[in-house]
């Protein structure tokens, strides 16, 4: 009932920008947080950006300078603007949504999600 779907991924030279997206769809009733996670090899998931509905944006520690994130609410879509990459933030990007829905129903559910991934790769 309910995708995310991640785009704007690649290879990117240390210093150099990539936008990556995250649209939402299916029958959503409300998004209460949507984000982005990453995950390096051999490393754990960590948190990248997040906001909630209320309006609190929480940041991982190493991007906040050069990170922006951004949505569309009507699109139920989140951007992840990076800027001065690293590196470092080489790893699989991960979109991750926590929202209601309507199911078949029509019950609102409430529930987690996560997107396919995306590679980013910052190598000259």
């Known amino acids: 009932q309910v995708q995310l779907v991640e785009s704007g991924g690649g290879l990117v030279q240390p210093g150099g920008s990539l936008r990556l997206s995250c649209a939402a769809s299916?029958?959503?009733?409300?998004?209460?947080?949507m984000g982005w996670y990453r995950q390096a090899p051999g490393k754990q998931r960590e948190l990248v950006a997040r906001?909630?509905?209320?309006?609190?944006?929480t940041w991982g520690d190493s991007v906040k300078d050069r990170f922006t994130i951004s949505r569309v609410s009507a699109r139920n879509t989140v951007y992840l603007q990076m800027s001065s990459l690293k590196p470092e933030d080489t790893a699989v990007y991960y979109c991750?949504?926590?929202?209601?829905?309507?199911?078949?129903?029509?019950?609102?559910?409430?529930?987690?999600?996560w997107g396919q991934g995306t590679q980013v790769t910052v190598s000259s």
């Open positions: 991750n949504a926590d929202l209601t829905y309507l199911t078949a129903t029509y019950q609102r559910q409430r529930d987690n999600y």
């Open positions: 906001f909630t509905s209320g309006g609190v944006t």
């Open positions: 299916g029958t959503i009733f409300n998004i209460n947080a």
